[in-house]
């Protein structure tokens, strides 16, 4: 037993000794806790909404202010026409856009049954079956208030009707949401976790130093040691789509040769992230754990590839401009769910590609030749 114990002392020793293992299996947990703690949850709140009032009467004003004033709703725009919804939805700036028509106040006046047209963004059909139903009860309790306030044998049940259309996943098919993501998660996690265990091994093994003595430049040596890992990506994501166009039957909206452009774009993200890792571990196991909890697994929480990023505490949402992953989700779901193109996914393609040479630049600089 005694020998036991000493061997246990010595591999505590020991990753004390390795201060970088030991920030990953002590620290990490802790600040992952704390962080995801506030991030990972199911609730909606703050669904932002736009609201075209076409009749501007007293009653309409009265229809917008429960909704402004609703915990649930944040009203984004008030756009003049209905002609403008478009660009709201397919940017994702709104979730949803409810439509008073023109005669709304007359016919409320008159206690004459009247439609109102909503319009929902389909694409995460949880939050949107959520958002609905938080929509549909705050109709139903402002028309029960409208019953109250009548004179006595008005017929005013059933006074607002709500015409409800789903947009770019009408059937609410949890699955034409995660899959495309799936692709997304897919290629961060292959391209980062081989791109930077394949460097850290060389170092392990020893071959780097006869790397080092070869006229291979830096540029030459970090190329030829990272395009492999593209190659693989792409034909990842050609495997993952023929599964999820034909196997899941996910609609595929967009354009193919766009989504493999943007493919291109992010591994630009996915191989410098491996390439930096590579530069502050000296082991497999330390590019593994450093990969797995200080970048994939926040990545994962505060992208939206799982919990709405709107629903996130105000104080952690900025930190998500920092993930490519979240810009890479609006992409692929766009171009997948919305059909969507470059017009409209421009910003997002921008700041990826910015992040992605960013990376690379930051980890070819604290590389040398022998690759840290």
């Known amino acids: 037993m005694k020998r036991v114990l000493h061997l246990m002392k010595k591999e505590i020793l020991e990753l004390r000794k390795d201060p970088r293992l030991f920030s990953v299996v002590i620290l990490a947990p802790i600040i992952q806790l ?9 609730d909606v709140k703050d669904i932002p909404m736009a609201i075209v009032d076409a009749d501007r009467s007293t009653a309409s004003r009265d229809l917008v202010h429960r909704f402004e004033a609703s915990a649930n709703f944040k009203i984004v725009a008030m756009p ?43 694409t995460d059909s949880n939050s949107t079956g959520v ?9 139903g309790g402002y028309v029960q208030d409208l ?60 071959t780097l130093e006869q ?21 693989i990506g792409i034909i990842d994501v050609v495997l993952v789509l023929i599964v999820a ?20 774009i992010y591994l630009l993200s996915t191989l410098g992230l491996g390439l930096f890792v590579s530069t502050i571990s000296q082991t497999q196991q330390q590019a593994m754990m450093t990969t797995i909890f200080f970048f994939l697994t926040p990545m994962i929480y505060l992208s939206g590839f799982i919990f709405p990023i709107e629903n996130m505490p105000r104080w952690i949402q900025p930190f998500t401009y920092l993930i490519p992953l979240r810009y890479f989700l609006v992409i692929v779901r766009g171009i997948f769910q919305k059909g969507i193109g470059l017009e409209i996914l421009w910003p997002q393609a921008v700041a990826l590609l910015a992040w ?12 040398s030749k022998r690759l840290g």
């Open 34 to 42: 704390n962080v995801l703690g506030y991030a990972a949850t199911t």
């Open 80 to 122: 003049g026409s209905t002609a403008e919804i478009d660009s709201f939805l397919d940017r994702g700036e709104a979730w949803m856009v409810l439509s008073i028509p023109a005669d709304y106040g007359r016919k409320v006046g008159a206690a004459r049954p009247t439609a109102i047209q909503i319009v929902a963004d389909g």
């Open 131 to 139: 958002a609905m139903g938080y929509a549909q009860a705050l109709i």
């Open 147 to 206: 019953t109250k306030a009548a004179a006595p044998g008005l017929p005013v049940s059933g006074l607002v009707q709500p015409e409800i259309q789903v947009w770019f996943n009408p059937r609410l098919e949890s699955r034409d949401f995660m899959i495309p993501g799936i692709v997304a998660l897919l290629l961060l996690v292959i391209t980062t976790n081989l791109s930077a265990m394949a460097i850290v091994r060389e170092k392990e093994i020893g």
């Open 211 to 231: 790397l080092n003595v070869t006229p291979l430049a830096r540029w030459e040596l970090i190329t030829g040691k990272l395009l492999p890992y593209a190659f």
């Open 245 to 264: 166009i034909y196997w899941f039957e996910v609609p595929m909206r967009g354009s193919i040769p766009l989504l493999f452009g943007m493919c291109l």
């Open 356 to 367: 992605g040479l960013s990376m690379l630049t930051l980890a070819t600089l604290r590389s």
